[in-house]
Each structure stands twice: as structure tokens, then as C-alpha cells.
């Protein structure tokens, strides 16, 4: 009882607070000047919104096993997000000739690779480009491919082995995520970063998350926290239950740690039945980096205006 009456106290008093999405509204980037303006917390603000998902969610796997790609699908957001900007008055590039193929290969391997600042010509947004079929295939071909490469020549697949899974009353784990949760609330809120966390389930299945917010508060001396997700699982604005596709009622989700485990957050998902069985833990922050210096290259050298892509 004690834990149920910490819980409703800690999300009631989040339910009047203004985070990061409070009355944002996306606005396309359609030139290098304003790519270049845009500051950290607008970048992580661009998850707030529909625009900044992508356009099919975790699916495939290698061989043809249904294990998804959600490291990966996951991996490429945050690099759209970070180093895309999208000039929709330009033609879009074509698929049915060889230099329009080209070019949209070139795009996804840049994006993939962290390598370069992608200018998309003929879309609004990541989830218009995401939504083309014609990306969408090949894209999911990549992250598949990706996928392999990071398995099998660079023994990728060991990080989902890395964390401890939730089990109830442990205080080694829930030791373990008040330290993995620091570390998140710095890489996101002090240096205003979108944190790549794996999320580890019981036994050996790990998923992905973006989080592009963390809320945090205390109940009685213990530090309660709040998440903002962007998750593969969830995007083009519907997710499949039973085959059923329902509508997501806001572009992200939400989940709350009480001290003790993860639940779904009370006003994203009515009410809770039982914990969530997993605890999670940041990755991929060397990865950053890259981006900034890509970023920085790029602003420093790239002329004001430039003809389309």
C-alpha cells in the first residue's frame, strides 16, 4: 500500500509540470542557416513531435527471424534526427533512374555511418521520407544489413548481455539502475543529449529506447524518475495489437521509476497491473561525439544557400 500510495503521489505531481514537449509544435529545417541556429534541446524537441518519427516500425531480422532491428532502427533516428534537414521545394530525388538511386543510397549509408549532414530534397520531415516506399524498403534492407555486420564482424550483439534484468525486491539491481539512471539524467538534462539506452528484459531479449527527457523528483527521500521514449516499437503514429493497429495518442511514451521498478506512466497508458520487467542502461555515448563533430564540419564549411541536392 505504502508503495501504491509513493507511486500516485509522485505521477500526480508531474501531471501540472511543463517538460520539454509543453506547446511545441514541429517546424520543418529547410536550410542550412537554420540547420545550423538550431540548438541542443531544439534537436532533442524534434522527438516531441509525429514529424520526427519514422515511417515503419522495428521489424525483419536476419535469415528472415523475426527478432527485429530495434538497435538499429533506433540507432538511425538519432542520427536523422541530429543530421538531416529537409528542402522540400526541391524535386525529390527519382528511384526510377540510376543517379536518383545513387543518391538515396548515399543518403541512408551517411545517415547510418554518422558520417555527414544529409540535406533530403522533396519531403517535409523524417517521417515523409521514411513513409516512401521505395526508402522505406531499402532502408529496412540497410538496417538489416547493419544489423549482420555489427553480429557477426564486430560482436555487437554481446551489449544486449550487459545489463541486469528486473527482478522483484533485488537491491543489486535496483543499486545498479539508480547509478544507470544518474548517468542518463546528466547525458540528457546537464549536456541536453538524445541517450541511446538499451533496456534489458528478463533473461537475454534487449531492446532500445531513445530518450529525449528525463523528469525527476523525490517521494520520501527516494529519487523518482520519468522518461520521454522514442521507441522502434511505436512510430508512424499507430502501433499492432493482435494485428489491430491502434492510434498512438501522443508521438512518444512514458515510463515512471518508483524507487523500485518501471511502469507505464499513468497519463500515457491508463492506470498499471504490474511492474515492467526491465531496467536499462546508456550506450552509444561515444557516438555523439561523432555527431557534433559532423555538425560543426559542416556549419563551418557549407555555404549559406546552396542549389538542391
Given amino acids: 500500500m505504502l508503495t501504491i500510495f509513493k507511486l500516485l503521489f509522485g505521477i500526480t505531481s508531474l501531471w501540472s509540470s511543463e517538460n520539454i514537449c509543453t506547446g511545441v509544435t514541429y517546424q520543418t529545417i529547410n536550410s542550412k542557416e537554420s540547420y545550423c541556429r538550431e540548438s541542443d534541446e531544439q534537436s532533442m524537441q524534434r522527438l516531441c513531435s509525429f514529424e520526427n518519427t519514422m515511417g515503419f516500425e522495428n521489424a525483419g531480422g536476419l535469415f528472415g527471424l523475426p527478432t527485429g532491428v530495434c538497435w538499429w532502427h533506433s540507432e538511425f533516428m538519432r542520427n536523422a534526427t541530429y543530421l538531416t534537414y529537409y528542402r522540400n ?5 527519382d528511384e526510377t533512374t540510376r543517379d536518383g538511386r545513387k543518391k538515396i543510397r548515399q543518403a541512408l549509408n551517411d545517415l547510418i555511418f554518422n558520417r555527414e549532414v544529409v540535406v533530403i530534397p522533396g519531403y517535409d520531415n523524417l517521417l515523409q521520407f521514411t513513409s516512401d516506399p521505395y526508402v522505406q524498403a531499402k532502408l529496412q534492407k540497410k538496417l538489416q544489413q547493419w544489423m549482420g555486420r555489427d553480429s557477426f564482424l564486430y560482436f555487437q550483439w554481446v551489449n544486449g548481455l550487459e545489463g541486469v534484468a528486473y527482478r522483484p525486491g533485488n537491491e543489486r539491481a535496483i543499486k545498479r539502475e539508480y547509478k544507470n539512471l544518474r548517468q542518463l539524467y546528466h547525458e540528457v538534462i546537464n549536456e541536453k543529449k538524445i541517450s541511446y539506452v538499451m533496456v534489458q528484459h528478463t533473461g537475454v531479449e534487449a531492446h532500445a529506447y531513445l530518450v529525449f527527457h528525463v523528469e525527476r523528483w523525490n517521494v520520501e527521500g527516494e529519487d523518482h524518475y520519468e522518461i520521454f521514449v522514442q521507441d522502434s516499437n511505436y512510430q508512424n503514429f499507430s502501433y499492432n495489437v493482435g494485428g489491430t493497429r491502434m492510434r498512438l ?24 497491473s504490474k511492474p515492467l520487467d526491465f531496467n536499462l542502461y546508456v550506450q552509444k555515448s561515444r557516438d555523439l561525439k561523432k555527431t557534433e563533430r559532423v555538425r560543426t564540419r559542416y556549419c563551418a564549411r557549407a555555404p549559406a544557400s546552396s542549389p538542391c541536392p
Wanted: charged residues 20%.
Fill in 89 to 93: 521545394e526541391c524535386p525529390r530525388w
Fill in 249 to 272: 495518442a501522443t508521438p512518444y511514451n512514458k515510463y515512471t521509476w518508483n524507487g523500485e521498478f518501471w511502469m507505464q506512466s499513468s497519463d500515457y497508458r491508463a492506470g498499471y
